[in-house]
């Protein structure tokens, strides 16, 4: 097995969990703040689409998902959906609010499949190039990958957490 498949498929599997909550997923859930944290399930359902929206993008040179199948105005949050939700005040964490998870799961599907398709595209020596020297070690393209996918793996596994908690 070729490292690009062990990443497409790595790649793949927070969908796969996202997905497994969808019939938990109300909008008084999506919208929730379980212990009074400022991000609510919907906000870590966004943010896993935008963190991998925005670095697949980055990466490949394509168009975020978020604009090209007009997420941008389908979510209807103005300026604090267009970014990535890193740094978010407890105000711009609260303003995402969503009740639609199909549309929520449509988008992390879209970022998913982008970045699932950059990955079949790539080989060894693709993965091994330096994308980043301002870190030390510097950030090759793979371990970037790698970063992308357990940072949405984590998120997801936070929401299906937090959807526990509200059952």
Do not use: C, K
């Not at 970014?83 to 998870?101: F, K, L, N, T």
């Amino acid at each position: 097995m070729r490292s690009t498949e062990i990443l497409a498929e790595a790649a793949r599997r927070p969908l796969e969990a996202a997905r497994a909550l969808e019939g938990a997923l109300t909008p008084e859930v999506l919208n929730a703040h379980p212990g009074g944290h400022d991000n609510s399930i919907a906000w870590l359902l966004w943010h896993t689409g935008r963190e991998i929206d925005v670095q697949t993008a980055a990466l490949s040179g394509n168009e975020q998902a978020w604009r090209r199948w007009g997420f941008d105005s389908r979510f209807g949050l103005g300026e604090v959906g267009a970014d990535i939700g890193y740094g978010h005040s407890p105000e711009r964490a609260r303003a995402v609010v969503v009740d639609d998870a199909e549309l929520l799961l449509e988008y992390l599907a879209s970022a998913t499949h982008a970045l699932v398709v950059f990955i079949e595209e790539l080989n060894e020596h693709d993965l091994s190039q330096v994308i980043d020297d301002t870190y030390d070690p510097p950030v090759t393209r793979g371990i970037r990958l790698v970063s992308i996918i357990d940072d949405a793996a984590q998120h997801i596994g936070q929401a299906a957490y937090a959807v526990g908690m509200l059952r």
